[in-house]
């Protein structure tokens, strides 16, 4: 998308997570346009996937964004659209609803559609995206399709080290693992990389704390479960939490978690 057809008088800079203010663009709506835009979203064309292209089903995590719209007028407003922490810095008040748009150039000409992976028609992308207020007169750069989620069996073949099963000198980390998200493909190459290079040395590989998220995730991606489907990082997979309040629940699992964090920090670092 072209940077320079935006209007960016119905835009505003928020900035998020530490990055610069020009790493993303968002796209405030009000109810009104939020409602034309999803009431159009639904109706639209869809491409009809050849044989070849068909799936036996979508990543929950990953939906096409007219899915996503499908299942309700507010689902989008609890998905790529929830305008929860991103406040008009023009009024102070939350939008309806916000379409964020994150830099793909260094000059800040492409910007892309966060979240909008999408099936249809590139005819409709460009008639219903173009009522995304500020996307009026964008020029679109490359069009939105779904991608192919690619993720061995991993419950089957791995173990908690990453190492395969059948061929322990070989080791995986990532997407291909079923572990969603950026951050998790990264701690999980740190970890696979380490226990290859223990196992170079003499050593034993290690094993992530489980009540830690990234040894939750990693449980979950290798113990035996009948339907199988990637996961990304969240509370819900760390085992063993006791009933309590939300606040205190989370302040547990973040306190033991790197207590946990710590040791195995240790046990690595006292290896010679």
């Known amino acids: 998308m072209d940077g320079d057809s935006l209007n960016y008088d119905k835009l505003y800079f928020k900035d998020r997570f530490g990055y610069d203010d020009s790493a993303y663009l968002n796209a405030p709506m009000t109810e009104e346009e939020y409602r034309r835009f999803w009431e159009e979203l639904i109706k639209a064309e869809i491409h009809e996937p050849k044989e070849f292209e068909r799936e036996v089903c979508y990543f929950e995590a990953c939906l096409p964004i007219e899915v996503m719209a499908k299942r309700g007028f507010e689902t989008l407003l609890y998905g ?5 922490g991103l406040e008009d810095p023009r009024t102070g008040k939350l939008p ?3 379409v964020q748009l994150r830099r793909e150039d260094a000059e800040g000409k492409a910007w892309n559609l966060v979240g909008f992976q999408t099936q249809l028609k590139i005819s409709e992308q460009i008639r219903v995206f173009r009522l995304i207020p500020g996307l009026e007169n964008a020029e679109f750069l490359r069009f939105g ?7 061995i069996n991993s419950p089957e073949l791995l173990l908690p080290t990453f190492q395969l099963k059948k061929e322990p000198r070989i080791l995986f980390a990532g997407q291909i693992t079923g572990t969603e998200g950026y951050v998790p493909a990264i701690a999980g190459g740190h970890i696979a990389g380490l226990n290859a290079a223990l196992l170079a040395l003499g050593y034993d590989p290690v094993v992530v704390p489980r ?5 939750a995730l990693i449980e979950y991606i290798t113990t035996p479960k009948k339907d199988f489907q990637p996961m990304n990082a969240n509370f819900g997979i760390i085992p063993d939490v006791p009933k309590m309040k939300k606040d205190q629940r989370i302040r547990f699992i973040v306190e033991r978690a790197l207590r946990e964090m710590e040791n195995f920090a240790e046990k690595i670092s006292s290896l010679k």
């Open 80 to 84: 790529p659209l929830r305008p929860v």
């Open 211 to 215: 009540h830690t998220m990234l040894g």
């Open 96 to 98: 309806f609803a916000v």
């Open 145 to 151: 399709a779904v991608h192919r989620n690619t993720y």
